[in-house]
């Protein structure tokens, strides 16, 4: 049984986002290079702009990015672009928030389990192996197909519980 991994999706006060950004550009670039892609101007500057901070981002907030960086680009070529980017599995689409956030694993097969904070908005990916199997056998079991999909937590992080906790112990102290 594999064990589970936390992919390069999650944010901390140590990170450095601009190493971060810099590394997901550089591997997009090879692997679109590697599968005779295109990695235009227009999807390198969106996928730069998902990857700006570890939170999800929607497309319209993408769309005010680019015209704030002097790109007139309208929802239709953003919407290309990220579907470029979802095809070529850079980045992941999360349903429950309706947004976009980098993949911490581009070019390499894994199970997306996503953990959302409801607090800061913070998501995690985490690469669970035997989570995906579990799943998959008990598909199985049904008779159900299941296609290859995220799986998306919501929650608390550490961050935000505790915080709640103070509030609480401030509240009633």
Same mark, same amino acid.
């Given at each position: 049984?594999? #064990?589970?991994?936390?992919?390069?999706?999650? !944010?901390?006060?140590?990170?450095?986002?601009?190493?971060?950004?810099?590394? !997901?550009?550089?591997? =997009? &670039?090879?692997?679109?290079?590697?599968?005779?892609?295109?990695?235009?101007?227009?999807?390198?500057?969106?996928? &730069?702009?998902?990857? &700006?901070?570890?939170?999800?981002?929607?497309?319209?907030?993408?769309?005010? !990015?680019?015209?704030?960086?002097?790109?007139? #680009?309208?929802?239709?070529?953003?919407?290309? #672009?990220?579907?470029?980017?979802?095809?070529?599995?850079?980045?992941?689409? @999360?349903?429950?928030?309706?947004?976009?956030? /980098?993949?911490? =694993?581009?070019?390499?097969?894994?199970?997306?389990?996503?953990?959302?904070?409801?607090?800061?908005?913070?998501?995690?990916?985490?690469?669970?192996?035997?989570?995906?199997?579990?799943?998959? !056998?008990? #598909?199985?079991? @049904?008779?159900?197909?299941?296609?290859?999909?995220?799986?998306?937590?919501? /929650?608390?992080?550490?961050?935000?519980?505790?915080?709640?906790?103070?509030?609480?112990?401030?509240?009633?102290?």
């Amino acid at each position: 049984m594999s #064990a589970s991994r936390i992919l390069g999706t999650e !944010a901390s006060t140590a990170h450095n986002h601009g190493h971060c950004v810099h590394q !997901a550009l550089e591997q =997009a &670039e090879h692997s679109c290079r590697q599968n005779g892609l295109r990695l235009t101007p227009i999807r390198r500057q969106v996928l &730069e702009l998902v990857w &700006e901070g570890h939170h999800p981002v929607k497309a319209y907030d993408l769309i005010d !990015a680019l015209r704030g960086r002097g790109v007139r #680009a309208g929802p239709p070529t953003v919407y290309r #672009a990220l579907d470029f980017l979802l095809k070529a599995g850079l980045i992941h689409r @999360l349903d429950t928030v309706n947004a976009f956030i /980098g993949c911490g =694993a581009p070019g390499r097969p894994h199970a997306g389990l996503f953990f959302i904070c409801q607090g800061c908005g913070d998501v995690v990916e985490l690469d669970a192996p035997a989570t995906a199997r579990m799943i998959g !056998a008990e #598909a199985k079991g @049904l008779g159900f197909q299941v296609v290859p999909q995220a799986v998306e937590i919501l /929650g608390r992080c550490r961050r935000c519980g505790d915080l709640r906790q103070q509030t609480a112990l401030d509240a009633n102290g």
